[in-house]
């Protein structure tokens, strides 16, 4: 029988989740790694303050390459924009441009781009990326980085970004008071050898990408696996 996440959550004892998940439930006593996770949990203590300015603190967002191509007779562009699932299937991703950068401007021109996931080992091109603008040299040359070309989508990529999503725009959003957020519906996936199993799926200790975290403007790698969708109710099935 296939079970709809929903159909779980109506027979499943919300209570019973919720307690296993905070490490009260009795069987998150017995398991040492769910305990160890626990004692982090109380050593951050239980008051709240409201920080003096509001942010979007949320962990690490992950750390990706767009690649586009330019302007007629300009140079391709690679660039840092904020990154975000929309949603699994059909798969549709999210980008965030600002007015003042060339990849918005492209993503308006050109309908289509590549979502290129560096690794740790990739940080010093990441930066320099982020810290040149492709209005006055090509960043793939200031960089370092390999451009290659999508294998379903007309666009340049990273090449030694192991992962890349192609991606074709299928609609946008203006954000005040400077943004616009491009969705895309991700065409291909391509990955290199060795970074995904059989299922397709990726074999994250093999590929130690980062994340970006707002408001401290400091790179993180992701740290270890502590679970998965449904490991309360012994599922390993789900995904979105
Ligand atoms: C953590 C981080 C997040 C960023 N997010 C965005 C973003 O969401 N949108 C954007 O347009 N630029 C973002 N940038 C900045 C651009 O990547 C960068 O300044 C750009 O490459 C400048 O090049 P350009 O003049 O060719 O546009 C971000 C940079 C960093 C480090």
New binding site residues.
């Given amino acids: 029988m296939t079970w709809s996440r929903r159909r779980f959550l109506g027979e499943a004892s919300v209570a019973a989740g919720v307690a296993s998940v905070w490490g009260c439930a009795p069987e998150a006593s017995q398991d040492t790694s769910g305990s160890d996770r626990e004692r982090t949990h109380l050593a951050l203590g239980t008051e709240r303050r409201t920080l003096q300015a509001p942010g979007p603190m949320v962990p690490p967002v992950p750390a990706i390459l767009l690649t586009i191509h330019g302007a007629e007779g300009d140079p391709d ?1 690679i ?4 990154t975000f699932v929309v949603n699994g299937d059909p798969p549709q991703i999210g ?4 007015s ?5 401007r492209l993503l308006e021109v050109h309908t289509e781009f590549v979502l290129n996931v560096p690794t740790a080992s990739m940080v010093t091109a990441f930066d320099t ?2 810290m ?4 006055v040299a090509d ?1 793939f040359a200031l960089a370092g980085l390999t451009r290659g070309r999508a294998l379903s989508v007309d666009a340049p990529t990273v090449e030694e970004a192991p992962i890349h999503c192609e991606c074709r725009t299928i609609g946008s959003l203006e954000v005040p008071p400077m943004r616009k957020i491009f969705i895309a519906e991700v065409i291909a996936t391509t990955a290199v050898e060795g970074a995904v199993d059989d299922a397709g799926r990726l074999i994250v200790p093999r590929v130690p990408f980062f994340g ?1 975290m ?1 408001g401290s ?1 400091e790179h993180y790698t992701m740290g270890e696996r502590v679970g998965n969708i449904g490991m309360t109710v012994g599922r390993t099935d789900i995904k979105y």
């Avoid at 660039?79 to 904020?82: D, E, G, Q």
């Avoid at 003042?100 to 918005?104: D, F, K, Q, T």
């Fill in positions: 562009e660039s840092v924009l904020w980008v965030s441009a600002a003042e950068h060339l990849a918005r990326v982020d040149n603008s492709g209005r960043k970006m707002a403007g």
